[in-house]
């Protein structure tokens, strides 16, 4: 059965940092593309990231890039989202998801429970 677990959320003040990591477990996980999307309060899950199995191929929404990174450890089983120059509006809950590399949520199979990021002003 797989399970992917996300960590590293909290609460940061606008320009500051932070690094979620998302650790799978059951299945292959270097087969697999991995995605980070976030749902903000009374919005719909939107796309944020996404790498592909090798880690050679990255994707970002064009409201995340230049500020956040993806990576993954295919020994360690995780994937990376650092985020910087946080602002307001990138607060979210921030789930991973396993499955196709692609910018939408059909593609991906499995789902983390997320984790929430707050950042205030």
């Known amino acids: 059965q797989v399970q992917l677990v996300e960590s590293g959320g909290g609460l940061v003040q606008a320009g500051g940092s932070l690094t979620l990591s998302c650790v799978a477990s059951g299945g292959t996980f270097s087969s697999y593309a991995m995605g980070w999307f976030r749902q903000p309060p009374g919005k719909e899950r939107e796309f944020v990231a996404a790498?592909?199995?090798?880690?050679?191929?990255?994707s970002y929404s064009d409201s995340v890039k230049g500020r956040f990174t993806i990576s993954r450890a295919n020994a360690k089983n995780t994937v990376y989202l650092q985020m910087n120059s946080l602002k307001p509006e990138d607060t979210a809950v921030y789930y991973c998801?396993?499955?196709?590399?692609?910018?939408?949520?059909?593609?991906?199979?499995?789902w983390g429970q997320g984790t929430q990021v707050t950042v205030s002003s």
């Open positions: 998801a396993k499955g196709t590399y692609s910018r939408v949520t059909s593609a991906y199979h499995y």
């Open positions: 790498i592909s199995w090798s880690g050679g191929t990255t």
